[in-house]
Every structure is written in C-alpha cells, then in structure tokens.
C-alpha cells in the first residue's frame, strides 16, 4: 500500500484544514488507520485513529478540535482539523497503527499566530 497524504497549507491561528490520505496499491479499509505528525525537532507523534467500522480515537491535545474520518469506497482517511493553534504545526503522515507500511512525504501545516 502506498499512501499520499495531501491538504497541508498555511492557516491563522483559529483557521481549520481538512488532509487526506489516499491509499493506493491496495485497500486498507479493514486495518486501523492513523494520523501522526511530526513538529521541527521533535519524535512522530499519533494525533488521531479511526477503524474500519468508523470507531474513533484521539490524542489528549487535539480531542474536541480534530474529526477523523474515513470513506471505505474511494479508500481515503481525512483528518478535519479544528481551531488550530501554532503549536500544531508540523508535518502530517497518515500510516497505519501501528505502523505497517512506508511512510510518504506527509503534508506540512502550518499554523500562524
């Protein structure tokens, strides 16, 4: 499975983003699928994860600002993404959980004060 994660741009603080993470290759619709993301300096970090029956879990500083969400037939996890502050900025992976396969580029959010 190769994934591209896309949707990163620059926002003010308070803005909202939505990523997405398109799976090719093969589909990873029954595997639990995660968001991570990684801040300058700093380890990959999980931000959020859903499972194939829509199941949701999420890291203590993103709960109540961040949605993940998957759509099975198109083979695509989203992350919406909430009131954002500066301290989310970071690159954003999607992967599974834990992780199986090669981790792409990721996508970079950038969040001004």
């Known amino acids: 499975v190769q994934l591209q994660a896309s949707g990163g741009g620059l926002v003010q603080a308070g803005g909202s983003l939505t990523l997405s993470c398109a799976a090719s290759g093969s589909s990873f619709n029954s595997i639990r699928v995660g968001w991570y993301r990684q801040a300058p300096g700093e380890q990959r970090v999980l931000v959020a994860t859903?499972?194939?029956?829509?199941?949701?879990n999420y890291a203590d500083f993103v709960e109540g600002r961040f949605v993940i969400a998957r759509d099975n037939p198109k083979n695509t996890v989203y992350l919406q993404m909430n009131s954002l502050k500066p301290e989310d900025t970071a690159v954003y992976y999607c992967n599974a959980d834990p992780p199986l396969y090669i981790w792409g580029r990721g996508t970079q959010v950038t969040v001004s004060s």
């Open positions: 859903i499972i194939s029956n829509g199941d949701t």
